[in-house]
């Protein structure tokens, strides 16, 4: 149960009788046995008209006891049937005419006043309050040759209107804690609703960005490999190696999609994202033969799923160059630009037209730079694509951040994957024809 639904206002539920209405009717008893209590104790003088009251009193005990011990039982019967609250209020005159309206037990009618409004609504205060006004002034008429009553304000309309007054309280918040209550039910239904879309989407993306697109390429190296092995026999056999190995690694990426679902966030240790990105920029460049600009800058501590979402925005972009762009040298650049963390992924590749909407690609059916954008909006960023065709591509995302920690160390330079280039720039990536760095 989270803090939010510790402190959530629950529906009565189908007996009608559970959530906020068990809580406050329950209190109200308690509330009530702690008035009987008083009432005892301030009983005056002794003889039998003391035995008859402490009796009397302690029946009333029983009669709160039994619906806050059994309430599961009673509070669907107490909240359908009033001749419950009834027959307490015929014990309830016999003890107020005995100890009369002065004494504490009149706060305990006053409880019964809201009682009848929070169980049965504006019905329940129009029929109990009016009862107990009526016995009431059938105690001060009764004790009125015993124990008269001063004729003030307070005796005479004051302590009677105070049940109306309450009673119609009652009425008043259970009408508006059941809306309270329905309102917070549809929050939650809408939350678990809009939870489960984004794990659904999330799962998409990640399918995705890494086991559909492993499978996609094993099917089309199979489709060719009936062929290669005419033509060539001994690429064939490299052919199907690579196949094999297409397959673990699809075996690993489910394996990975299915750990990712079964455990909570942030279970395993995860390393620093500078570390994480260059190393994914590195081991990809390596296996594609493809030249790397890295400038890889600390932009402090981010925060978990803004560091997860940057790693596989990178992982897919470069999947994407693969398949689609072909490029000869590739940069990566992460640094903070006002309070953001940017990260940008350029190629020299084919480039592509770019719709003035990014939604158009997935109607397209090309999801990629799609699941990219919900990818860096989950992390409370966006991304920005430019590209033309024979012109390159940049990629930029941003997500918040933090300032980066001033006394962290330098991060290490990136390696010169070609000597006999000019020497690359460590915080200047390089450029793509007509494009500048977002």
């Known amino acids: ?16 009788a559970g959530g906020w209405l068990e809580s406050a009717c329950k209190l109200i008893i308690s509330i009530r046995a702690g008035l009987l209590l008083v009432t005892l104790l301030a009983l005056p003088g002794d003889g039998d008209a003391l035995t008859l009251t402490a009796l009397a009193l302690i029946a009333a005990s029983i009669t709160s006891f039994i619906p806050l011990r059994f309430w599961d039982r009673v509070g669907p019967v107490l909240v359908r049937h009033p001749g419950y609250l009834a027959a307490e209020l015929v014990l309830a005159t ?23 409004g929070l169980l049965y609504g504006w019905p329940g205060a129009i029929l109990f309050s009016p009862l107990l006004i009526g016995v009431y002034y059938w105690v001060i008429s009764v004790r009125s040759g015993v124990d008269p009553v001063p004729s003030n304000f307070q005796t005479d309309l004051g302590q009677p209107l105070l049940y109306a007054i309450v009673a119609a309280s009652g009425a008043a918040a259970r009408r508006l804690l059941d809306r309270q209550a329905e309102a917070e039910t549809r929050l939650a239904a809408q939350e678990r609703h809009m939870a489960a879309e ?55 990426e489910a394996r990975e999609i299915i750990t ?16 994480a990105l260059r190393a994914e920029a590195e081991r990809w460049a390596a296996a594609q033969q493809v030249r790397l600009d890295l400038a890889i800058e600390d932009v402090g501590e ?35 630009l006002g309070g953001r963390a940017v990260l940008t992924i350029a190629d020299d590749g084919a480039g592509f037209e770019v719709p003035d909407d990014l939604a158009d690609l997935s109607r397209g059916r090309h999801f990629g730079v799609t699941g990219m954008r919900e990818r860096a909006q989950l992390a409370g960023g ?4 430019e590209s033309a065709p024979g012109e390159g591509c940049v990629l ?22 070609h000597p006999q280039d000019a020497e690359p720039s460590d915080t200047v990536p390089r450029a793509v024809p007509g494009y500048t760095w977002q």
Request: aromatic fraction near 4%; charge should be neutral; glycine fraction near 6%.
């Open 260 to 275: 990712g679902l079964r455990t909570d966030e942030g279970g395993e240790a995860a390393l620093p994202l500078p570390i």
């Open 198 to 252: 984004a794990e659904r989407s999330r799962l998409a993306r990640d399918m995705h960005d890494s086991l559909a697109k492993t499978v996609s390429g094993i099917g089309f190296a199979a489709l060719a490999l009936s062929r290669q092995i005419e033509r060539d026999p001994q690429g064939a056999v490299a052919e199907a190696k690579r196949l094999a190995e297409d397959a673990r690694q699809a075996t690993r």
């Open 94 to 116: 016999v003890i107020l005419l005995l100890t009369g309206t002065e004494s504490p037990f009149f706060y305990y009618t006053v409880a019964t006043a809201l009682l009848g």
């Open 1 to 16: 149960m989270t803090e939010r639904d510790k402190g959530a206002i629950r529906e009565r539920g189908h007996s009608g």
């Open 382 to 385: 966006d991304l920005m694509l």
């Open 302 to 336: 981010l925060d978990a799923v803004a560091a997860r979402e940057l790693e596989w925005i990178l992982l897919e972009a470069l999947r994407n160059a693969e398949r689609h762009a072909r490029p000869t040298a590739v940069s990566v650049r992460l640094r903070m």
């Open 396 to 417: 930029s995302v941003w997500v918040p951040a933090p300032e980066a920690r001033r006394d962290a160390p330098p991060p290490p330079p990136a390696p010169d994957a």
